[in-house]
């Protein structure tokens, strides 16, 4: 069973830190892909960050790129983002998934994706 369970998530002051880890399993980590969206009430679910699993190679939505860094941990199967200088629009909700194949590519576009996790709040108060 594919499972992709997301933490870390919590409340913070605009300029301040946060780190989100995704743990997952039941598949061939070094494989896929993993990316990271996020879903704000009212808005649609936006790509933040992605991770190729074939290179190491890492793709960022505009609104986070130069704050936001992703990592990935082969060996415990778990991908990380780094949030720095967090400011409130970045409060949402923060979704791992898993993509279909192992590239990023360009873009985020969620049908490429085909596990989420079920999600952690982030929210950044000003």
């Known amino acids: 069973e594919v499972r992709l369970v997301e933490s870390g998530g919590g409340l913070v002051q605009a300029g301040g830190s946060l780190r989100l880890s995704c743990a997952a399993s039941?598949?061939?980590?070094?494989?896929?892909?993993i990316g990271w969206f996020r879903q704000a009430p009212g808005k649609e679910r936006e790509g933040v960050s992605c991770i190729g699993s074939s290179d190491g190679s890492t793709d960022y939505g505009k609104s986070v790129k130069g704050r936001f860094t992703i990592s990935s941990d082969n060996a415990r199967n778990t991908v990380s983002l780094q949030m720095n200088s967090l400011k409130p629009e970045d409060t949402a909700v923060y979704f791992c998934?898993?993509?279909?194949?192992?590239?990023?590519?360009?873009?985020?576009?969620?049908?490429?994706?085909?596990?989420w996790g079920q999600g952690t709040q982030v929210t950044v108060s000003a």
């Open positions: 039941g598949f061939a980590f070094d494989e896929y892909a």
């Open positions: 998934a898993k993509k279909i194949w192992a590239e990023c590519g360009t873009g985020f576009f969620y049908y490429e994706y085909d596990y």
